[in-house]
């Protein structure tokens, strides 16, 4: 049943539009052995529609969301996500190349569940895929 609280199963949408960082975080997945439905989208326009239209189902959602993208960027995306009434308690980690430090305090202001900063090597990237799982299988979310 859709939003059953026992059902532990969580639809993640990453929200990159680097083709190399979509097919690490894919390897990356296939690597720690998660299960989880894997959506992507290349820009925030996309990224709003997909979780409206249900292409990424209602119930257990987590966005990881790259804050430097074409048409509508990471801030203008959690702007938008907040503003909706529908989408507003969607959880967000923000995984950038962005240490910009107003970007961390942009991303938190629109309440954030964390910042990540993109690993340089992909190793790094297995480790950071294998901490964000064991994250929302312990956290209890919406």
Same mark, same amino acid.
Request: hydrophobic share 45%; charged share 25%.
């Given at each position: 049943?859709v939003?059953d !609280?026992? =059902? ?7 929200? &990159? =539009?680097?083709?190399?960082? /979509? ?12 299960? *989880?439905?894997?959506? %992507? ?7 709003? &529609? #997909?979780? @409206?239209?249900?292409? $990424?189902?209602?119930? @257990? ?9 074409? !048409?509508? *960027?990471?801030?203008?995306?959690? @702007?938008?996500?907040? #503003?909706?009434p ?5 959880? /967000? /980690? /923000?995984?950038?190349?962005? #240490?910009? &430090? @107003? =970007? !961390?305090?942009? #991303?938190? =202001?629109f *309440? $954030?569940?964390?910042?990540?900063? !993109?690993? %340089? ?6 480790? $950071? ?14």
């Open positions: 049943m939003g !609280k026992s =059902d532990k199963s969580m639809s993640i949408l990453l929200i &990159e =539009d680097d083709e190399v960082d /979509v097919m690490n975080v894919r390897r990356a997945f296939s690597k720690n052995h998660i299960a *989880n439905p894997l959506y %992507v989208a290349s820009n925030g326009l996309e990224g709003l &529609e #997909a979780l @409206r239209d249900g292409t $990424v189902p209602e119930g @257990r959602r987590l966005v990881l969301l790259d804050l430097n993208l074409p !048409k509508m *960027n990471g801030i203008e995306f959690l @702007r938008a996500l907040r #503003a909706d529908q989408l507003r308690t969607t959880s /967000v /980690v /923000v995984l950038t190349t962005s #240490a910009n &430090e @107003r =970007d !961390k305090i942009d #991303a938190y =202001d *309440n $954030v569940a964390g910042y990540l900063l !993109k690993p %340089v090597t992909f190793l790094s990237f297995v480790e $950071v895929m294998a901490t964000l799982n064991k994250y929302w299988t312990l956290v209890e979310m919406p």
